[in-house]
């Protein structure tokens, strides 16, 4: 059932009829039993007084109204356009104060969610821009090789090396996609890490696995020292994948007959595991910059690689309540440090 709106006239009407009704029947009735005319003037004279009270109650409450109204309209207004802070009253016992209050922390969450919104938006810019400049090389380099094929006339030897420069460049467009799929699954929470208590070596044994060809390729030397027996709460899937990011760097930027050493110690809170390599290094202006996503610094440009590797180390460490850190001397090598919590 519809029930239509009452207004405050309307409303403070119903309540002054029903005043004179009551008051004229109280008074009829004693009159009729004191047969007194000055009851009649009483009552007259009472009525008179209700009817000007409420009148003047009518019209101080609904002055009041319409000024709170007006006021909140403005406020509501104010808020909708980011423009002004509804104002925190002295006095919280009434009602519009209490309206007020609300209205102060609709303001804030408001703003709040605008900021996200504004933070979301960059960062969605951000990494279209990103991924427009990460793409673009290998783009070119692919119309650059296909026009060549198909205007000029080439060797066989020619074509064959045109042909591995585009599976080159496909490899390299199809990593950054899979580190694109990865970091956003992550990010958005389409993945949850899930901390299971497991095997440290197992873990480390999976990511060690996925460089072996390399590091044998480059004459490399990998060393382990990691306690068989110690468990640890960890999502060892992609705790794995954080740390083949980290030995496939060490084995990328590490020269020829180089060596690599990963070694694990137990700490009161945390368990360490340290990646050393005998790399280049790099530079202490550069080392806060590095876990950036698509950061790569200018001498590296030649490797392979899109710069999202350590940017997703750690962002898969933190997210298990652990942290990571660097330490590195420019041609002495560098030193990755992961931080993993027992609990």
């Given at each position: 059932?519809?029930?239509?709106?009452?207004?405050?006239?309307?409303?403070?009407?119903?309540?002054?009829?029903?005043?004179?009704?009551?008051?004229?029947?109280?008074?009829?009735?004693?009159?009729?039993?004191?047969?007194?005319?000055?009851?009649?003037?009483?009552?007259?004279?009472?009525?008179?007084?209700?009817?000007?009270?409420?009148?003047?109650?009518?019209?101080?409450?609904?002055?009041?109204?319409?000024?709170?109204?007006?006021?909140?309209?403005?406020?509501?207004?104010?808020?909708?356009?980011?423009?002004?802070?509804?104002?925190?009253?002295?006095?919280?016992?009434?009602?519009?104060?209490?309206?007020?209050?609300?209205?102060?922390?609709?303001?804030?969450?408001?703003?709040?969610n605008r900021r996200k919104v504004d933070e979301?938006?960059?960062?969605?810019?951000?990494?279209?821009?990103?991924?427009?400049?990460?793409?673009?090389?290998?783009?070119?380099?692919?119309?650059?090789?296909?026009?060549?094929?198909l205007t000029k006339p080439v060797t066989d030897?020619?074509?064959?090396?045109?042909?591995?420069?585009?599976?080159?460049?496909?490899?390299?467009?199809?990593?950054?996609?899979?580190?694109?799929?990865?970091?956003?699954?992550?990010?958005?929470?389409?993945?949850?890490?899930?901390?299971?208590?497991?095997?440290?070596?197992?873990?480390?044994?999976?990511?060690?696995?996925?460089?072996?060809?390399?590091?044998?390729?480059?004459?490399?030397?990998?060393?382990?020292?990691?306690?068989?027996?110690?468990?640890?709460?960890?999502?060892?899937?992609?705790?794995?994948?954080?740390?083949?990011?980290?030995?496939?760097?060490?084995?990328?930027?590490?020269?020829?007959?180089?060596?690599?050493?990963?070694?694990?110690?137990?700490?009161?809170?945390?368990?360490?595991?340290?990646?050393?390599?005998?790399?280049?290094?790099?530079?202490?202006?550069?080392?806060?910059?590095?876990?950036?996503?698509?950061?790569?610094?200018?001498?590296?440009?030649?490797?392979?690689?899109?710069?999202?590797?350590?940017?997703?180390?750690?962002?898969?460490?933190?997210?298990?309540?652990?942290?990571?850190?660097?330490?590195?001397?420019?041609?002495?090598?560098?030193?990755?440090?992961?931080?993993?919590?027992?609990?």
């Open positions: 059932m519809k029930r239509n709106p009452l207004s405050v006239r309307r409303l403070f009407g119903w309540v002054a009829m029903g005043m004179v009704l009551s008051m004229t029947a109280i008074t009829m009735i004693l009159y009729f039993v004191t047969k007194q005319t000055v009851v009649l003037l009483t009552g007259g004279a009472l009525l008179l007084c209700a009817l000007v009270g409420v009148l003047v109650l009518t019209q101080t409450f609904g002055k009041r109204l319409a000024l709170f109204t007006s006021d909140l309209c403005q406020t509501l207004d104010n808020m909708i356009a980011g423009n002004e802070e509804p104002t925190r009253p002295e006095d919280s016992e009434t009602q519009l104060a209490r309206i007020r209050h609300r209205l102060a922390r609709l303001y804030q969450i408001m703003q709040e979301e938006r960059q960062e969605l810019q951000s990494l279209v821009s990103d991924i427009s400049h990460q793409v673009k090389t290998p783009v070119s380099n692919l119309k650059m090789v296909t026009d060549t094929l030897q020619e074509r064959v090396d045109f042909l591995q420069g585009i599976r080159s460049q496909t490899d390299k467009l199809d990593f950054l996609f899979q580190a694109l799929v990865k970091t956003s699954r992550l990010e958005t929470g389409a993945i949850q890490l899930e901390k299971n208590d497991s095997l440290l070596f197992d873990t480390l044994a999976q990511a060690m696995s996925g460089i072996v060809y390399s590091a044998e390729k480059k004459n490399i030397t990998v060393t382990v020292d990691c306690p068989e027996d110690l468990h640890l709460p960890h999502d060892s899937k992609w705790t794995a994948e954080a740390l083949f990011n980290l030995l496939d760097n060490a084995v990328k930027y590490s020269l020829t007959g180089g060596k690599i050493s990963v070694s694990v110690e137990r700490w009161e809170m945390y368990v360490k595991l340290d990646v050393t390599d005998t790399g280049k290094g790099i530079s202490e202006s550069n080392q806060a910059s590095i876990f950036r996503r698509f950061y790569r610094e200018e001498e590296v440009h030649d490797e392979q690689g899109v710069g999202i590797g350590l940017y997703l180390t750690r962002e898969i460490i933190t997210r298990q309540g652990g942290y990571i850190k660097v330490t590195s001397e420019v041609g002495k090598g560098s030193t990755f440090s992961v931080f993993l919590p027992y609990q």
